[in-house]
């Protein structure tokens, strides 16, 4: 594993979604680091957050720091294009997070 940040690795292909506990296990291993968690993942406070709470996200957080967008925003996009590709069980995953930031306040 690399000694960049999770979301850095996603980005150029050295981790896939699934590394991540890998890379959480680097930090509790690390100890003596001043990171926090969200920031030692390349997350920020709100990403991680919602990546807690919604693991599932997870590939939308790493597809939004590719594209330069909010979560938020890379959600919506998301929702408008699986729409176009007739993917429903998708289109339901995302419209249910967007529902879920709606509700608690983060959208």
Known sequence: MSKARFVDDALIGVAGIDDIDSYV?????????????????????????????????LRYIVSAHRNGRTVSEE????????????????VDEVEG?????QKTGRL
């Open 25 to 57: 296990d680097a930090w509790h291993d690390a100890g003596d680091t001043d990171l926090e968690l969200h920031e030692w993942l390349g997350m920020t406070w709100d990403e991680y957050r919602l990546w807690v709470e919604k693991p599932n996200t």
């Open 75 to 90: 959600l919506a996009k998301s929702t408008k294009g699986l729409a176009l590709a007739a993917r429903a069980d998708s």
């Open 97 to 101: 997070v967007l529902s879920w930031l």
